[in-house]
């Protein structure tokens, strides 16, 4: 097999696009892909700002490399979880890798910040230990960028996430989260701009990236992935893209092109600061202090709103701003 580009010998092969690369031009390609995707969607400029959400995976570091060779700002934001040695491991991969790359990274604590962790919400509230993960983790990307003064939320969504995301929503037919399904979420009142400069590249292609570039990342999936939806998503597209290479990128950037468009005159809730955290909701509580409050057997509020609020949390309630962050 031959590479595409220089005719060396191929290492990676990329059945949706029927080419072969080798490393040096497989690395080309990606960061082209990356930079394509920033250009198109108009993600950042050269000077902005970048907080990026950084697990420890192949994904976030790999964005991450991509991001620093190409001169931008990106600060990475790791969120500890208090999944055990999981989240131990994760911890270390990211401080390492800011270590070596002489990157700024800041580490939030759940536990220490806002007292409790992930599995202890999972054991304890109505929601499962993914969507208090991705609550939390949208909750606090956002309430840190905005906080740090910076412009943009970028995390390392690649393309399975979100063709597996965009299945989930419309085997149900969730037009709202349909509707706001996209590589970028505009600046709105109290909500800093959020990209995914990976949504072109898949899973299969960041781990070649992370690997030809010597990235160290945690291969162990969370133990907790069991309850996460998403993952069977993801396996059904999976089999369809065995035997038809390229539908998965088809389905999504299909929709970026041609369905996206149909969905959007869906109007946005208006949004008003939480009344316990002040960062923005459409109701009076934001979903995260809902969901910490029941985790720690805490009241929010007068005892007849509260009585409110109980009924709420037993529906499945997202903030406005539905920025999946619950695969990276
Ligand atoms: Fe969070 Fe992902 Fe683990 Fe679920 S599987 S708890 S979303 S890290
Ligand atoms: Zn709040």
Redesign the pocket.
Known sequence: MKCKRCRDVAVIEIRRHNSAYCPACFITVFRNQVATAIDRWEMFAPDDRILLAVSGGKDSLALWDVLLEAGYRAEGLYLG?G?GEYSDRSAEVTRRFAETRGAALRVVDLRDEYGFD?PTAGAKGSRS??AV??LSKRYVFNRAALEGGFDVVATGHNLDDEAATLLGNTLRWQTEYIARQSPLLPTAEGMVRKVKPLHRLSELETAAYAFLRGIDYVVQE?P??G??TQLRYKEAMNSIERTSPGTKAQFFLGYLDRGMPLFRTQERPELQPCEQCEQPTPGRFCAFCRARAQILGERLGEPPADREIVRELSEEVLPAELYRV??T
């Open positions: 979880l999944i992930v230990a993914c993960c991705g969370c907790l992935v309850g996460n619950d695969a």
